[in-house]
């Protein structure tokens, strides 16, 4: 059973940073490409970054670019989100979805629950 | 960048009736569009991809159709455990937006 798991997420002052982190099993995870998902309290879905399953490519929304470093960790079935220069609009749920093929496709067939993260002085 | 503009933003129907959602393009994505279904307090859950596919496991009554620009999602006969914000998103390009989402309830 595919499972994504995230952590990391706390409340954090204005200009902080924060580091997400997402555990996966039940699949091999060096096959497929990684993507973070947020959603701010009560709004949307908005796509924030993916990695290639390599992490030899990286791809950023605008709103996060020079801010945020996605990387992952292959031996350690990780992946992970650096959040510097945190802003208000940054608060969100954010979620660690898998690609649906071994491809740096951005179809999401699986997702974790989440980790919350609050931009609050 | 290709925005996604999904119609209505909420609707109320009966427990059985037919619903129908639509999502436009604002440039030709072929195919590449995905349907995804979010209940109150968890996480999306795909539901259509390519438009037009089911994803293994999805009821029938779930289905989508549509190319180029233009895009709908029916759920043939609604039922209360249907009751959810369903996403369409659109992956020919990066960023892969999403539409605004639209809230079904029922009546």
């Known amino acids: 059973e595919v499972q994504l798991v995230e952590s990391g997420g706390v409340v954090v002052q204005p200009g902080g940073s924060l580091r997400l982190s997402c555990a996966a099993s039940g699949f091999t995870f060096d096959d497929y490409a990684m993507h973070w998902v947020r959603q701010a309290p009560g709004k949307g879905l908005e796509w924030v970054s993916l990695?290639?399953?390599?992490?030899?490519?990286?791809y950023y929304a605008d709103s996060v670019k020079g801010r945020f470093t996605i990387s992952r960790d292959n031996s350690k079935n990780s992946l992970y989100l650096q959040m510097n220069s945190l802003r208000a609009e940054d608060t969100a749920l954010y979620y660690c979805?898998?690609?649906?093929?071994?491809?740096?496709?951005?179809?999401?067939?699986?997702w974790g629950q989440g980790t919350l993260v609050t931009v609050s002085s | 960048d290709i925005q996604m503009t999904q119609s209505p933003s909420s609707l109320s129907a009966s427990v059985g009736d037919r619903v129908t959602i639509t999502c436009q393009a604002s440039?030709?994505?072929?195919?590449?569009l995905n349907w995804y279904q979010q209940k109150p307090g968890k996480a999306p859950k795909l539901l259509i991809y390519d438009a037009s596919n089911l994803e293994t496991g999805v009821p029938s009554r779930f289905s989508g159709s549509g190319s180029g620009t233009d895009f709908t999602f029916t759920i043939s006969s609604l039922q209360p455990e249907d009751i959810a914000t369903y996403y369409c998103?659109?992956?020919?390009?990066?960023?892969?937006?999403f539409g605004g989402g639209t809230k079904v309830e029922i009546k």
């Open positions: 440039q030709d994505i072929s195919n590449y």
């Open positions: 990695i290639s399953w390599d992490g030899g490519s990286t």
């Open positions: 979805a898998k690609s649906y093929t071994t491809g740096t496709t951005s179809l999401f067939d699986y």
């Open positions: 998103q659109q992956y020919d390009n990066l960023p892969p937006f």
